[in-house]
């Protein structure tokens, strides 16, 4: 496992070959099989792969052009709703201080990852984007005002193949028995 983990990356240049439907299947299968809290699952994931739909992301992406590079891209959608079962008929967006939406946020971020790793698995390459702001990109997807969109995944064939990005050492970052 931790191999995997060492060799992902995130890719910002794709070839243009199509991504085969099974192995597209299996990175939703990772995100599907993510553990949550009380097991409540509260994401969806939507496969955008026309260009039109491709180019309306991108530009809520703040035109991150790179992405367009990528024969698909996967959003990952966090539900707070999920834990109450009411569809609530609320407003959300990255000012607002719902404790069920930070539960949902951190649970959809474990799906993401599992995909992320998925796809290396597979060969595919992927990028987290999260840089947009709810009021943008969920017009484009026609989702509704009270779920969040977590991540832009664009995913396919990496036509770069990038060196290890730093991390803090260990030493930096644990410590033993208390803060
Ligand atoms: C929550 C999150 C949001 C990110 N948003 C973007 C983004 O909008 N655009 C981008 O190019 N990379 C984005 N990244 C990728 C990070 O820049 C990248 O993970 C980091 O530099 C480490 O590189 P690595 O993934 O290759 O190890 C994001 C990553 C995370 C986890």
Redesign the pocket.
Known sequence: MIESIQH?????KYTSDPIEPEKLQSVLEAGRLAPSGNNKQPWTFIVVQSEQQRQAVMQA??R?T?MMTAPAFIVAVADMAARSEADLPIYIDENSPHWELKRAIRDT?IA?ENM?LEADAQGLGT??????VQSEIRPVLGIPDNKFV???IPIGYPAEH?P??P?KPLAAIVRYEKW
């Open positions: 992902r990356r995130s890719i910002r992406c703040h991150q790179w971020a993401v992320l990028c987290w984007v999260g840089f947009f977590l991540a832009v990038p290890a990005r991390r």
